[in-house]
């Protein structure tokens, strides 16, 4: 069996972990490092449920070799915030009931944080865009957009009080 | 699920993936975006002795356009085509189309070169590069040479590109004119493929055609492109008799199948539709409809 030590950077730690080339990057969060927020949904790169942030960027955790992520960084939804500490997404999501059984919920607010890095103010057209390969079969999205939108706002309010 | 066992390989130069893929001689497989392979080999549809990743292999993500073309490296992914300019400003079809692949996760990862390599009937870009007149250019141990996309596509998962060659650039023909391009495409949901996808690309000088392109996807063992339909262009313009031959002749083109997305009566139907709009939209008589807007509006961002 052939085995490679990689660094990968998780949530700001960097740890050398080893894994076998075929490890999909969702088994080795969850089962060699043991974080197990990262949910493992479709399996089929459908639902998005596995999202996490490489390099900043979401992607599908279930469709990338743990092997590949060698060198680079990683953001799951233990990296965002805390009970005690929240993220405005996570704030957003709990504020305005963005989740019923939460199992879309750790990609979901993945990759919204990543849409208001890159646009802080968005449409409601854009947030649906954004969160179109993310599955949620309970909410129907609405509470979803508004959370992205209450999100947006608390993160606005937080840049005005630093800068004034 | 996870793939059969296999040994990786993530090479840091291009000359070494080609020595990789000549030393294994057929049983290694180059990944790119690794979104269509990665799902081969989870349901073990492929399981390549080696795999060889080429993510890390600097400068293979260019954007390049000089000479009167435009080449796009094999690490260009779809997420950089959605928000380029240069595709915005001078490659309508093509800035119509990068949206519309999979979604925003999976558009992160993959590339148009992976795409065209795979070689899926289903796939969005082989429809583009083919009314566009797209190359690839493919290297190996002996040598280089440019494929025609036309050549390249040879049936479902098939190409004409040898074990031994790896495809370092997609190309396309400038426009020397106004150009007009326009993929419509029919998923059931986000991230579906294309119940059936038609690409019309247009280059024109006045008022007169100068290059007509209408190809299809999802409705045949691979891209169709549609030569009847494109001459129907040529000589009858954008006039109604001229659309709706161009629409019929591509209706015919079409060898669709009928499955859990549609029937084949459907499916044929749909293209001529599509077609259609397409080229009522270049007329400037019939404004863009709204779903197309759609994509304009939001495509920056994704």
Redesign the interface.
Same mark, same amino acid.
């Given at each position: 069996?052939?085995v490679?030590q990689i660094s990968v950077t998780i949530n700001d730690e960097t740890r050398l972990v080893e894994v076998?080339?075929?490890?999909?990057c969702v088994?080795m969060i969850r089962e060699v490092v043991g974080l197990t927020g990262t949910h493992l949904g479709c399996?089929?790169?459908?639902c998005?449920a596995c999202?996490v942030l490489?390099d900043g960027?979401?992607?599908?955790s279930c469709?990338?070799?743990a092997?590949?992520t060698?060198g680079h960084e990683l953001t799951t939804v233990e990296g965002l915030g805390w009970p005690s500490e929240l993220h405005p997404v996570q704030e957003g999501f709990k504020e305005e009931h963005g989740l019923q059984c939460g199992f879309c919920t750790p990609g979901m607010m993945l990759?919204v944080t990543a849409?208001l890095e890159?646009?802080p103010d968005?449409t409601e057209?854009?947030i649906r865009?954004?969160i179109?390969?993310?599955l949620c079969r309970c909410t129907g999205y609405q509470n979803i957009v508004k959370a992205v939108q209450w999100a947006a706002k608390k993160m606005a309010a937080e840049r005005t009080s630093v800068s004034a | 699920?996870?793939?059969?066992?296999?040994?990786?390989e993530?090479p840091s130069t291009v000359d070494e993936v080609l020595q990789l893929l000549a030393m294994y001689q057929g049983e290694a497989k180059v990944m790119s975006g690794?979104?269509s392979l990665?799902?081969l080999?989870?349901l073990r549809f492929a399981s390549p002795s080696c /795999?060889i990743?080429v993510?890390n292999i600097a400068g293979l993500d260019y954007m390049d356009e000089s000479g009167g073309r435009l080449r796009i490296g094999a690490l260009v992914r779809n997420?950089t085509l959605v928000r380029s300019e240069v595709l915005r400003a001078r490659y309508p079809l093509m800035s119509s189309l990068a949206p519309q692949v999979?979604?925003?996760?999976?558009r992160?990862?993959g590339t148009l070169v992976g795409s065209l390599c795979h070689a899926d009937p289903q796939g969005d870009w082989g429809a583009a590069m083919l009314a566009m007149g797209g190359e690839v250019v493919a290297r190996s141990t002996a040598g280089e040479r440019t494929i025609p996309v036309r050549d390249l596509l040879l049936g479902p998962f098939q190409t004409s590109l040898r074990p031994d060659e790896f495809a370092v650039e997609a190309r396309v023909p400038g426009p020397s004119g106004e150009p007009f391009g326009m993929y419509y495409k029919l998923e059931r949901k /986000?991230?579906d493929f294309a119940t059936v996808g038609v690409a019309v690309f247009l280059d024109r000088n006045g008022g007169s055609i100068t290059k007509a392109g209408i190809a299809l996807t999802g409705v045949g063992s691979t891209n169709i492109k549609c030569v009847d339909a494109e001459q129907a262009l040529l000589s009858g313009g954008l006039t109604d008799a001229g659309i709706d031959a161009a629409a019929r002749l591509a209706a015919e083109a079409a060898k669709p199948q009928t499955d859990q997305r549609g029937s084949a009566e459907y499916k044929r139907h749909l293209v001529r539709t599509f077609v259609v709009r397409a080229l009522q939209t270049a007329t400037g008589r019939e404004p863009i409809d709204i779903r197309q807007r759609?994509f304009e509006?939001?495509a920056s961002?994704?």
């Open positions: 069996m052939e490679r076998e080339p075929r490890m999909l088994h399996d089929t790169t459908s998005g999202t490489l960027v979401p992607v599908k469709t990338l070799l092997v590949q060698d990759t849409l890159d646009n968005p057209d854009e865009w954004a179109s390969g993310n | 699920m996870y793939p059969a066992r296999f040994h990786y993530a690794g979104m990665i799902p080999m989870k /795999v990743d993510n997420r999979a979604d925003p996760l999976v992160a990862r /986000v991230g759609r509006r939001v961002l994704v």
